[in-house]
């Protein structure tokens, strides 16, 4: 397959580390899997550009209009903003093919492009699954920070989305977004996003890492946590704070990581189709925004559909229908150049049991699959996203691994089709147990889980017949009693405390804090 | 795409029920994920081929001999018997492009061809996982009996294939076979199959058959259950005692249901593209001896690559690697027109957790998109093939029926997209919730789970915080006590006790024995 040799020439190519040893790594790409026909992906391309042009998008603010339409956006009488195609395909057409995910550590940076994918976290989740008591209690920003240092630590995790809010400071959304901010920067060197509802925080927030990148305007050179929202109420009604952060963010020309959640069968069309065509309509629009404030900003494209369980009207993201319209976004955006954010494993099951495994497992292959970019398989979500389990970080993490090395796939070639390797053990040996060709692939062919058992039942049942979650608990108070990363060093860090209101204490931030 | 359009025409032909108004259906047909390009299946084609023509395989019986050297096998020297491409080409060509699975009960009759899925049991494990204590014991006779009248109330489960042996009789293999047979035919009215090592144990048990057919000869016209085992030693040695049975059902002309299982870095090749080519040339000679023996005998294509460990040599059915190699085989069965048997789900963890969750989902979503006919995600089995659980056949028929849901796809025409019902909303009510649409596709569009959680977080705290194992095995116990089907009428009991050695107690197949 094209895709394979593709691969296999970016893998010798980039030369940071010797891939060819490893079993998995960032950039695989996907696209093996076609959830959609041709004609199907035409067919809601221009349904949804034919509901842009006549149905178009309410509410819009006049910071908006005042933009867009001279460009040749035009306002309806009804108030609702319509986008005559051609300006939605100039902005397809114009959108950016690669998007970098800088990271604090520019050896962490993460390049989006093609079929290229990776994993990250995402949420803003409200609770947290407490191990002992099997309660949610509302996630506050020391879970944050926890959360950020196990992610920093998981090798299959590559960006860090911020899974749950601060909620001790919800009454407070300067104090709240500050905080997620540095929280963030603390906890780890991956890049990062964090979700924003206010334009005026975003300076605010640029202005702290800009300490720590270096000096005024240093950050939007390789901005390292990137800021996301979303700009639509569906069906189609613009929503004013998260637009005017996307505008904001435009004007930066910083990556804007938009997520339009329409939820089948109630703010969007029960049929999948129709609510394919809605969310790519309401997501274009936001592309076109973007495009017209500035052609050079990224937008991460997150065409997110939703599915609603018609028996109750609740959001439902662990079924099957959840998964196919996810990966037809993914299918939708490699075919229309549209670098992608997709999100998978947002399970329905309240804990990290074996409904969560298979929720979170189906749905997140078929999006890697399907050749998704920036795949959020929400890592430790639970409960419908309403909260996470740090021990289902560790958990998503294992999972997210075997996708990877699915995602890979089988290299056909002389060599591994091993003709003579077969004539010379069936003429010797008659096993393939020490056979070069056996040593030679150990580390490169197979991908060995860290968490996932494999041991004998005897030896399970010695070991007192653990789950994957009793497991997971004790590696979770491991890694973070001993794992304080200096990510942030301490005399940048009086410099931020003395001129932001910083909520993380110091002693938090050491080993023996006595918390885990 | 046109497995779509074949797949609502199929949809709307079989009228037996109303399949339109149901989210998943038998017959559902896979194949929009491609693992291998055109050029990748052809090599793994030739090399298969030169290795069946070239190195052969050890260890021909005398009465295989007799068949095959006059149709053009050569016997070299070293003992080997190698197939000429002509041979194994006509085999291929030959082979049916359709089976049918008959069932005890004809409308559970199931048919197997082109890209068309569904998923049985599988496995022939040892033990089983006791809930209370977390450990395994032997299996019994009664244990199989009972995970039979569980799969017959299980929606997703459409044939029953012997999950785990008597462990009581493993010492008296007839006795053993006969009540095999006996407590599957007594516990379902689905196709259901066994495993069997000794040709003839296949007269004796085809003779309790045809009591309940009505009349010798009777089973072999609708043969309601099949024999199956693995005719092969790895690397490319023949089994006597399971080819004795593969080739009289072959005589027969029932079906055989082969599983080739070389195991990559022990007896088969490493690389898991050689993995491929022994264990289709291994599969292959089954086909060609069964096509000699008689050429209307059907044979499931079972090329079951396995995966070891490397660190310990053990197998390893979990991970990554494993779901790749079975995918390759449905794609290169689809391709060459051999009506494959596909393993999935064979996950390493030893309980059913978050672990097996996702090893087992993965695996079957990607089994089945890649195109599988009968497609063992292996419900209910833990612990690497060792055994099974009870509670995880619930859970895994969950996890099948949303693979079921994401392999029917998403539907695209002018109904589904919609645009008129967004034009309407908008204009109208603002939300789809009254929608004649969503109501329309309530009960079409979406399936919904019967045992995976959708609760919210606070009603699942205040029922106990349960996980699915929890819930799994309360209704385990519901669906044992209540359910005793008497597919074997009582006349016909009293004569099949009088000629064979029934060893399920009578009063353990009635209501009210206290088992559960």
């Known amino acids: 397959m094209m895709n394979k040799k593709r691969l296999r020439r970016r893998q010798r190519g980039e030369g940071k580390e010797a891939t060819e040893t490893k079993p998995v790594w960032v950039g695989l790409m996907g696209g093996g899997y076609k959830p ?8 809601i391309y221009e349904t949804a550009l034919a509901v842009l042009a006549e149905i178009g998008l309410a509410e819009p603010i006049p910071a908006l209009l005042e933009v ?35 990271a604090p550590n520019p050896n962490n940076d993460q390049v989006l492009d093609g079929n290229t994918m990776l994993f990250g976290t995402s949420g803003e989740g409200v609770t947290i699954l407490d191990y002992k008591t099997r309660r949610y209690r509302p996630s506050t920003l020391l879970d944050l920070y926890d959360a950020g240092r196990l992610v920093d630590q998981l090798e299959h995790i590559h960006t860090f989305g911020q899974p749950f809010i601060a909620s001790e400071f919800s009454h407070d959304l300067l104090t709240h977004d500050i905080n997620v901010a540095y929280a963030e920067l603390a906890a780890t060197n991956k890049p990062f996003h964090m979700g924003l509802g206010t334009a005026a925080h975003v300076d605010r927030i640029i202005a702290m890492f800009d300490l720590f990148a270096g000096g005024k305007g240093e950050f939007v050179k390789r901005p390292f946590c990137s800021f996301g929202g979303c700009p639509i109420v569906s069906p189609l009604t613009f929503a004013r704070d998260s637009l005017e952060v996307m505008m904001r963010c435009a004007e930066l020309g910083i990556t804007y990581d938009v997520a339009v959640a329409a939820q089948a069968g109630a703010t969007a069309p029960a049929a999948l189709a129709g609510c394919l065509v809605q969310t790519f309509a309401e997501t274009l629009a936001c592309l076109t925004v973007t495009y017209l404030i500035n052609p050079q900003a990224p937008m991460l494209f997150g065409m997110w559909p939703f599915i609603s369980d018609l028996r109750t009207g609740a959001f439902t993201g662990g079924g099957a229908e959840q998964t196919l319209v996810m990966a037809a976004t993914a299918q939708l955006c490699a075919h229309y150049g549209l670098v992608s954010s997709v999100a998978s494993g947002m399970t329905d099951a309240n804990m990290p049991d074996g409904q969560a495994g298979f929720e979170k497992g189906i749905s ?153």
């Open 36 to 43: 959609l026909a041709e004609a199907d992906l035409a067919q």
């Open 68 to 102: 867009v339409l001279p460009r040749g956006c035009v306002l309806g009488e009804n108030g609702r903003l319509c986008f005559p195609r051609s300006l939605v395909e100039a902005a397809i057409a114009h959108s950016p093919k690669q998007i970098i995910y800088h």
């Open 364 to 516: 997140t292959v078929v999006a890697a699959l399907a050749g998704g970019n920036s795949i959020s398989p929400y890592p430790g979500a639970v409960g419908s996203l309403m909260g996470s389990s740090l021990e289902a970080f560790l958990i998503d993490n294992e999972m997210m691994g075997m996708v990877m090395r699915v995602v890979r796939g089988i290299e056909v070639d002389e060599s591994t089709l091993s003709f003579a390797v077969i004539r010379e053990t069936v003429n010797g040996p008659g096993h393939y147990l020490g056979n070069p060709q056996t040593i030679d692939l150990m580390k490169s062919e197979f991908l060995y889980p860290t968490l996932a058992d494999r041991r004998d039942t005897t030896t399970w049942e010695e070991a007192g017949s653990p789950t994957i979650y009793e497991r997971a608990h004790r590696r979770v108070r491991t890694m973070l009693r001993d794992y304080y990363p200096a990510y942030i060093a301490p005399e940048l860090d009086r410099q931020i405390r003395a001129q932001f209101d910083i909520r993380l204490p110091m002693e938090m931030m050491r080993v023996g804090n006595g918390r885990w």
